[in-house]
């Protein structure tokens, strides 16, 4: 899954975006706890999100299917579910693929 190594925490961005816009640490980190709670209620409302060059959040539903336990082999129902999905934007994209 993550390491420490190659993921940012919430502080770092916070410290990144003090350093790119010189606002004070508790200001930005106002910033960032307000962005990250109107995306989550906005995709708790079901509606999608979306930044044009960043990318895309959508709300996806997934249907309820039958599936088997792996250890037994017994059949289970597996119940519908929301699911949240992200697709990158093409600035994103063209800089995760070209380093530019």
Do not use: C, W
């Not at 502080?11 to 960032?32: M, N, R």
């Amino acid at each position: 899954m993550f390491t420490g190594e190659t993921t940012m925490r919430k502080s770092e961005l916070v410290a990144a975006v003090v350093e790119s816009t010189g606002l004070s640490p508790l200001q930005a980190d106002d910033v960032v706890a307000s962005m990250l709670e109107q995306i989550t209620n906005t995709l708790a409302r079901g509606e999608g999100i979306q930044l044009i060059g960043f990318g895309s959040f959508l709300v996806k539903e997934r249907a309820a299917r039958n599936g088997k336990n792996p250890k037994t082999g017994q059949p289970i129902h597996i119940p519908a579910k929301k699911q949240v999905q992200f697709k990158a934007g093409s600035k994103l994209r063209s800089q995760l693929f070209t380093g530019e």
